[in-house]
């Protein structure tokens, strides 16, 4: 089983949709992000959260909410989704060791129409 | 401003080395990375290098750190047809604690 799991791994929706996206962690990580991947873009930060009661801002959080409703749980919202928003989302976890090292999940393909 | 920037792609032929490039911004990131993403799965730290280091070698990866030039480079050797991958170079923002991504090169190996 993996470590770090995202639901839905795909999904379709139409513009004006509110869209869930959920990311459960097995490996005890207090640190959580959220990030989408976009072709020629790389990885671009959403949010990210050190712990249940500590979450913030990334680079481009405008359009979109989260909720650390535990330690292992980190979700994603898109409120109103747009097309702009079609995009990978990638849920990563961090542990507290030095390295730095993020596990990320599968990845899910959000499509907007 | 946070930016970390690669160019998008690189082909090699099997057997050569590959050298893929990162420019980034903050001198005083602690760590600095390499992931590579295969097709269909999530990034995968592939190495690491510590800031206070020039050169960090594990089999056939070589990374090679040029602070004064905040450069970051990722040398393959031997490159196999299994390393076709899109590799992402990322620091560690000091004060922050948050990883910022390059925009990831495509590395395509032919035969």
């Known amino acids: 089983d993996a470590d770090v799991t995202q639901t839905p791994r795909n999904r379709i929706t139409k513009t004006g949709k509110r869209i869930m996206l959920e990311c459960s962690q097995t490996k005890g990580h207090d640190r959580m992000y959220w990030y989408r991947q976009d072709p020629g873009l790389g990885l671009q930060l959403i949010y990210y959260?050190?712990?249940?009661?500590?979450?913030n801002k990334g680079e481009i959080s405008d359009g979109y909410s989260v909720s650390r409703q535990a330690q292992a749980k980190f979700s994603l919202s898109l409120e109103s989704a747009i097309p702009n928003q079609t995009a990978l989302y990638f849920c990563a976890t961090r542990g507290g060791d030095n390295t730095g090292e993020l596990f990320f999940g599968e990845g899910s393909r959000l499509t907007v129409l | 401003g946070e930016d970390v920037e690669q160019s998008l792609f690189l082909s090699v032929r099997e057997g050569d080395s590959s050298v893929i490039n990162c420019t980034y911004t903050?001198?005083?990131?602690?760590?600095l990375y390499w992931y590579k993403q295969e097709p269909g799965a999530g990034l995968q730290l592939l190495t690491y290098i510590f800031s206070n280091m020039d050169m960090k070698q594990d089999q056939r990866l070589t990374v090679l750190l040029n602070k004064k030039d905040k450069h970051l480079s990722l040398r393959i050797a031997d490159t196999q047809t299994g390393d076709s991958a899109i590799y992402f170079c990322a620091e560690m923002m000091t004060n922050t604690d948050k990883l910022i991504f390059g925009t990831g090169t495509r590395l395509q190996v032919f035969p």
């Open positions: 903050d001198s005083s990131s602690t760590y």
């Open positions: 959260s050190f712990d249940v009661k500590d979450i």
